[in-house]
């Protein structure tokens, strides 16, 4: 049987919008539902911002998916308040978090974002300090960084982006994690270094940490992490 659609309205999406859903049943993770729907987990991530923590969802969670704008009759106004009503309440909206275009310079990311990034792929503490700091040190944290040209054959082909994922000839524009068309995204970067790493857990197919390049970036990251509040409780 097919999901349902539903209109889904949330403080990412003030619009109703066309979602369809899937219902969450016993050992499922958001990145499984993604990947078997063949979504980026991040962007379905996006799109439940109810669901504030990837590692508790629970079976009956209702999880959107390829959300698209519904209908509407007539021009919605504009929003007048920076807060909403929630049970009668009224709750301040969290701030608006600047995008990866503002938080560059000269086409490089500042440690704010290379934290941020990879804390959203689902690095936490002192793996999200490592990968960081590693990333840092391969690419100089430049989304558009292509390396290791010199190692390219029949099979693999440059490392791109911003942790400096090495491509493979096959997986070009699949969406898998080591397309060289999608690696150039530092999301989607992102989120092929979580997978690569064992979430986080095996950093040895980066030369700059076998190496221990890597070591030089670790204050600045932990610093950027810290001012952003990403290692609270950790």
């Known amino acids: 049987m097919a999901a349902p659609t539903i209109a889904v309205a949330d403080r990412m999406h003030p ?13 499922e993770s958001i990145t499984a539902i993604a990947l078997a729907a063949g979504r980026n987990p991040l962007e379905v991530a996006q799109i439940n911002p109810h669901i504030t923590n990837w590692d ?17 009759a007539a021009e919605v106004p504009p929003v007048e308040s920076q807060s909403m009503p929630i049970d009668g309440a009224e709750l301040p909206l969290p701030p608006a978090l600047p995008t990866l275009d503002r938080m560059a310079i000269n086409g490089a ?25 590693v990333c840092q040190a ?5 989304p558009d960084a292509v390396g290791d040209e010199h190692l390219t054959d029949d099979k693999w082909g440059p490392s791109y982006g911003l942790c400096q994922i090495r491509s493979l000839h096959a997986e070009r524009g699949t969406g898998s994690t080591r397309d060289g068309e999608a690696l150039v995204d530092p999301v989607f970067n992102g989120w092929a270094a979580y997978a690569i790493s064992g979430s986080g857990t095996n950093f040895d ?8 390049w890597w070591l030089e970036h670790v204050e600045t990251m932990r610093a950027a992490a810290t001012e952003l509040g990403l290692l609270e409780g950790q």
């Open 56 to 72: 508790l969802i629970y079976p009956g969670d209702q999880i959107a998916l390829d959300c698209r704008p519904a209908p509407v």
């Open 205 to 212: 197919p980066w030369t700059c940490f076998r190496t221990a």
């Open 138 to 142: 391969e690419s100089a944290a430049k």
């Open 109 to 133: 990311l500042t440690p704010q974002a290379v934290v941020a990034v990879l804390y959203d792929a689902g690095f936490r503490g002192n793996a999200l300090i490592t990968m960081a700091a």
């Open 15 to 27: 619009t109703p919008e066309l979602c369809t859903i899937h219902q969450v049943v016993p050992g």
